[in-house]
């Protein structure tokens, strides 16, 4: 018997008064929370949605425009609230019916209390293995989407990557490049606008010693062999 904290609430649809009584009574031996039960499939769908129960005992034969099946149908496309099956004897036509809106169970009638307890239970399990897998498909499908998102930004930024590559004119005399409009441009200028790099202004030993040579700038040079100073 279930505990009176965490009572099912249980949505019993049937046609035939004394059965509909009879299963409502049974449900209640048993812990659940049965409200008074409903005769059409109309009905059925709007105490759904009203009530919201965890389960739906659904007679397949109904009486009235709409049958068991179509009502199942509209229940679990509109709700996600899982649905046994009643019935006392099924055609094949109809039992294919059934099958496609994949119920959780059938219950031949008559049955017995044990048997109507044991397809409730297995009916809130495989829901409650069902609502836990589909925690883990939406957790996925969220990793998955933060991961193309991530890819989409490291693509992006790769694109706005600049690369140098190809044959590169330089003039041989003051070292401008030549560009693909056919300017001529410092060539610190066209690394610069054709790449991530960036520049600081320096001089070099030999221009050091040619353009100042009463101030030594790099001591170290002056020590060293004239092997290393002409590399």
């Not at 449900?27 to 499939?41: A, C, S, W």
């Not at 059934?98 to 009638?109: D, E, R, S």
């Not at 693909?180 to 610190?188: K, V």
Request: aromatic letters at 6%; proline letters at 4%; one cysteine or more.
């Amino acid at each position: 018997m279930t505990d009176s904290s965490k009572k099912k609430t249980i949505l019993v649809v049937e046609d035939e008064s004394i059965i509909g009584m009879e299963i409502r009574s049974r449900l209640l031996n048993l812990g659940y929370e049965v409200p008074d039960f409903v005769r059409t499939g109309q009905d059925a769908i709007a105490q759904a949605e009203a009530l919201q129960p965890d389960l739906v005992l659904m007679d397949i034969f109904l009486k009235g425009s709409m049958d068991g099946v179509e009502a199942a149908t509209e229940i679990k496309s509109r709700l996600q609230i899982p649905v046994i099956y009643l019935t006392a004897n099924t055609d094949e036509q109809t039992f294919q019916r059934a099958k496609v809106t994949q119920p959780f169970g059938y219950l031949l009638k008559p049955f017995e209390e044990r048997e109507l307890h044991t397809s409730i239970e297995m009916a809130f399990y495989k829901a409650g293995v069902e609502k836990e897998l589909q925690g883990y498909r939406e957790h996925l499908e969220k990793s998955l989407e933060e991961r193309e998102k991530l890819i989409a930004q490291l693509q992006e930024a790769l694109a706005k990557v600049k690369t140098l590559s190809g044959l590169l004119p330089i003039c041989a005399a003051c070292k401008k490049i030549r560009d693909d409009q056919g300017d001529w441009s410092q060539i610190e200028t066209y690394i610069r606008d054709h790449s991530e790099a960036e520049f600081t202004h320096l001089v070099c030993p030999d221009c050091a010693r040619r353009l100042y040579p009463d101030i030594k700038l790099y001591p170290d040079e002056e020590t060293s062999s004239p092997k290393k100073r002409k590399r």
